[in-house]
């Protein structure tokens, strides 16, 4: 699987990634991630007005006796909060120092460097993706994917204002990225709950497809916890809605206003739409941006264990009604599950009374504790039910 620019197989057709994560499937090691997106220039997008204080919900539309939900508000409320950004990545020019931002003569070797050396240029690669305003002071949730490998990023809101912005911090694990401009007063988007979606439920993206920005486009949930076989344990929500090259993280909207997640992938055999879209939940995205804000890393837990999914004749080989858990394929010798007495075929039920529906609810109830914290692990072996206790390490 590869970014916008690129494709593999995935089932029939290719997965068309606006997101960056790749790793080994079935461990609870965070996977690593190739580089950035890319897509076409597009005009600037709006700016900061007040923040919206009522939530747009969407009043219907009756025709043809089906009943549909209008936008107008959603739009009007919460599309000041959409941002355009522009990343670019100059070229070395030969024989001129890298030097740093800031460097007395950074800008005398840019300048008069470029007229010795004419057929070198300073070349160019913009990425084009969306993101959002998450803080009134000018903090920007985006994908990792559309800033990877940057020199320069630009945002620009609705107002056509533009930004240079810093990179607070980027997941590719995620594929999270958290931005900051110097500004002051911005409309802030509202976060919601992924949990209350509903499959079947309406949703809106507003984002910059192809560089058309402030575009919006509308659809249903079509199914939530979806895990995709490029080694990421983001459960991300399935929809129908329109997502293509240039939506990279921009906002998935409920129908209440509220954010419930960032736009990042797209199945294609084109590498344009076709009616599958995935989006990461907003909760799991501001717990990484949290991070990001204090530290400008994510550090995650670990508990050195692969593990493999049930199947129905793995359950019932193990003694067990159902397929609810995550099984224990190998244990990392001296590692926290191997102290705690974890063994290989040991299916990992509950955390913390969390329970563990698959291995990726698993990988990420470990990955999102803190290091050094001790947690109670329900464990099935030999047709019982028992609890150990161990503690999280934290994953290089």
């Keep these: 699987m590869n970014l916008c620019r690129s494709s593999q197989l995935f089932a029939a057709g290719s997965l068309l990634l606006c997101l960056a994560a790749c790793s080994q499937q079935g461990t609870d090691e965070a996977p690593q991630a190739p580089g950035a997106s890319q897509a076409p220039q597009a005009a600037a997008p709006a700016g900061p007005t007040p923040s919206p204080s009522p939530s747009p919900s969407p009043s219907p539309v009756t025709g043809s006796g089906v009943e549909l939900p209008s936008f107008v508000n959603l739009v009007k409320q919460q599309g000041p909060t959409v941002v355009n950004i522009s990343a670019t990545r100059l070229a070395q020019q030969q024989g001129v120092p890298n030097l740093p931002e800031g460097h007395p003569l950074r800008e005398f070797f840019r300048r008069f460097g470029r007229q010795q050396q004419p057929d070198s240029g300073e070349a160019i690669a913009a990425s084009l993706g969306s993101g959002f305003i998450i803080s009134e002071d000018g903090y920007v949730l985006t994908n990792a994917h ?25 997941d590719p694990y995620t594929d999270v990225a958290l931005l900051k401009i110097d500004a002051k007063g911005l409309p802030m988007a509202k976060v919601g709950d992924p949990g209350k979606l509903e499959a079947g439920e309406w949703v809106a993206a507003i984002g910059a497809p192809f560089g058309f920005d402030n575009s919006v486009t509308v659809g249903v949930v079509s199914a939530k916890g979806r895990l995709l076989p490029n080694g990421s344990y983001v459960p991300f929500i399935q929809t129908d809605v329109a997502v293509n090259p240039g939506n990279s993280g921009g906002p998935l909207f409920s129908t209440r206003g509220e954010v419930v997640g960032i736009n990042s992938q797209i199945y294609s055999q084109t590498g344009g739409y076709m009616g599958i879209s995935f989006a990461i939940p907003i909760d799991l995205a501001i717990g990484i941006s949290e991070q990001l804000r204090q530290s400008g890393k994510v550090t995650r837990g670990r508990i050195g264990v692969q593990l493999q999914e049930l199947t129905m004749d793995l359950a019932a080989t193990l003694g067990m009604k159902d397929t609810q858990g995550a099984l ?20 990992i039920l509950a955390l913390n009374e969390q329970p563990v529906q698959t291995t990726a609810d698993l990988a990420r109830l470990i990955g999102g504790t803190r290091p050094g914290t001790s947690i109670n692990a329900q464990v099935w072996r030999s047709g019982n039910t028992n609890t150990v206790k161990l503690t999280v390490e934290a994953l290089e």
């Design 146 to 170: 559309v800033i990877a490998n940057t020199d320069e990023v630009i945002v620009k809101l609705t107002n056509k204002r533009e930004y240079r912005a810093k990179v607070v911090g980027a």
């Design 328 to 347: 224990v394929a190998a244990v990392q010798r001296g590692g926290p599950a191997d102290r705690a007495g974890i063994r290989p075929g040991d299916v």
